[in-house]
Each structure stands twice: as C-alpha cells, then as structure tokens.
C-alpha cells in the first residue's frame, strides 16, 4: 500500500507558475511510476503527466506539453510537477497518482493508488 500526499496548489494569475509536490509514503521499497491528473469542475479527470520508476522516461498531455515538467527524486520518495506559462484552463484539482509497475502509465484506470488532490486555480 502506497499513500500519496500532494502540495503546493494556489492561486496564481495567467502566466505565472506553481510547482506541486507528491510525497509517497508506506510500502515505498517497491518499484512504482507515478502520473498527475487534474479535475476541472464538471469535467472528466484527465492525464496531464507522467514519469516511470527510473525518472528515465516521461510523457504529457498535448495540452501541457512545453510548458509543465514532471521530475521525482526516488530518495525523497517524492515527484514533482513543475507548471510554467499557466492559462485559465489549466484550472483544476490536480491529483497524484502511483502504480505498481516501473513503466508509464497513460489513463486513470492504470494507477493503483491516488492522493487527495490540490487546487490549482489560474486568474485571467
């Protein structure tokens, strides 16, 4: 069992940028890769970006690519996502997600365990 604890969400006008942290803890030890989803209001949850248990590959959403960076610093048990040149619609609750596989998963159905999720709302 992997718990998942998410940080850094806020309000940040058109622009600007947030990094959010995801801090795993519990059965740590084992290989996982970790993803970010978020939850616009009355929308589907989507994939925004993901990473594999090495840090060696990454994947993002057409939407976010070029402007948002996934990282993990495996000794911190700990991924981030770096959010640069945020729009109005990259508002959302951002969740993070992990999964008992060291490869990239690309859909929500893939991961196995999820955080609580942040808000990340961006002014115009």
């Known amino acids: 069992q992997v718990q998942l604890v998410e940080s850094g969400g806020g309000l940040v006008q058109a622009g600007g940028s947030l990094r959010l942290s995801c801090t795993a803890s519990?059965?740590?030890?084992?290989?996982?890769?970790m993803g970010w989803f978020r939850q616009a209001p009355g929308k589907e949850r989507e994939f925004v970006a993901a990473?594999?248990?090495?840090?060696?590959?990454?994947y993002y959403a057409d939407s976010v690519k070029g402007r948002f960076t996934i990282s993990r610093e495996r000794a911190k048990a700990t991924a981030y996502l770096q959010m640069n040149s945020l729009k109005p619609e990259d508002t959302a609750v951002y969740y993070c997600?992990?999964?008992?596989?060291?490869?990239?998963?690309?859909?929500?159905?893939?991961?196995?365990?999820w955080g609580q999720g942040t808000q990340v709302t961006v002014s115009s």
């Open positions: 997600a992990a999964r008992n596989s060291f490869r990239i998963g690309y859909t929500k159905d893939a991961y196995d365990y």
């Open positions: 990473i594999s248990w090495s840090g060696g590959n990454t």
């Open positions: 519990g059965r740590t030890s084992s290989s996982y890769a």
